[in-house]
């Protein structure tokens, strides 16, 4: 198995390149990771002080303390054979993990656990190996992430709403006010798909495609799609509420973009893009062999939709409307 975690001289060259302003994309260049491995960690090992704000920030020695702890308690039920031992006793009894998460605490044990832990130990490697999962009172062949059984009004909260959206991304007067949605196939192409973006303004269009429905690579592709755009040409996204969207917060922090959502059931919402999906349909019927299309393909269909001239657009290109207004931004 490759390791992936991140050792106390990379994040110190983290903490250093930071300070010196330097954007994440060159940092993974850098060390050689991938962006998304250096946001998460900013992210989750980063120091925060309430109090005094200013203090907060990323720190490579408190980053490897915080990332080492974490692990220390995950593998407590490997580590502490007693407890490993009371734990799946009890959970041989039919009792949760919460259930015997609870019981530590309430018999003031000086050695417990969370239910979180136990949960990750059922159905990681050990506990595969020993079937522990069979004896958790509602059982699953993987467990699901806690932030996947988030309500959809917290994947998609109130303050995303499209009715929240500034004014002036509907009038169609700025550049770099995008939308987005997936492209399906029939279930013979299995989960591979197509993602479609259009550009409000100049209805510039982009596809690429997707080997899974995965919102974590869904929205890393779409990054690596945008970065190379000017940030003023990629200001926000609209998407429908789709869970293939759900990990959005990716954006801001990742190429400054931020994120919109249509009302549940309302995709004309975002007809931009529900336009250039019929577009598109013309050349990616629903029974595409998805799994054929190469780079050169989908960039030979973005050149037809790109390069037909618009009523909308009096007549130029999109290419055109597009090209004009990357100009206006240098």
Avoid at 127 to 132: I, N, P
Avoid at 220 to 241: C, G, H, W, Y
Avoid at 248 to 266: M, N, S, V, Y
Wanted: hydrophobic content about 35%; proline content about 6%; overall charge positive.
């Amino acid at each position: 198995m490759v390791h992936t975690e991140l050792d106390l001289r990379e994040r110190r060259v983290i903490e250093d390149m930071l300070n010196a302003k330097m954007p994440v994309s060159k940092i993974a260049t850098e060390i050689g990771r991938h962006r998304s491995t250096i946001y998460r960690d900013i992210k989750r090992n980063g120091f925060v002080d309430e109090e005094l704000p200013q203090l907060s920030g990323y720190y490579g020695m408190v980053a490897q303390k915080t990332a080492r702890d974490r692990r220390a308690r995950r593998r407590k039920l490997v580590r502490l054979i007693d407890l490993r031992k009371a734990v799946i006793t009890q959970l041989k009894e039919g009792w949760s993990p919460e259930q015997i998460a609870g019981r530590l605490q309430f018999e003031g044990q000086p050695v417990r656990v969370s239910h979180e832990t136990i949960y990750a130990y059922v159905y990681g490697p050990d506990g595969q190996s020993k079937s522990l999962a069979r004896y958790l009172p509602n059982r699953r062949k993987k467990r699901q992430p806690r932030h996947s059984r988030r309500s959809r009004g917290l994947v998609f909260p109130p303050d995303r709403s499209i009715h929240e959206r500034p004014a002036y991304v509907k009038t169609r007067e700025t550049f770099g006010e995008w939308e987005g949605d997936l492209m399906i196939f029939e279930r013979a192409q299995g989960k591979m798909n197509v993602a479609s973006l259009v550009e409000r303004k100049t209805r510039f269009a982009v596809l690429f495609r997707n080997n899974d429905r995965s919102s974590t690579h869904l929205m890393n592709k779409l990054m690596d799609v945008f970065e190379p755009l000017p940030q003023l040409a990629r200001k926000s996204i609209t998407f429908d509420r789709g869970i293939e969207f759900r990990h959005w917060r990716k954006l801001k922090p990742g190429i400054g973009t931020e994120a919109w959502f249509c009302d549940p059931q309302a995709p004309w919402q975002k007809g931009s893009v529900e336009n250039l999906n019929k577009r598109a349909r013309r050349y990616l019927p629903r029974d595409t062999p998805v799994a054929a299309l190469s780079n050169r393909d989908m960039k030979s269909i973005c050149d037809r939709l790109n390069g037909t001239p618009r009523k909308c657009l009096g007549w130029r290109t999109p290419t055109e409307a597009f090209r004009d207004e990357l100009m206006k931004l240098r």
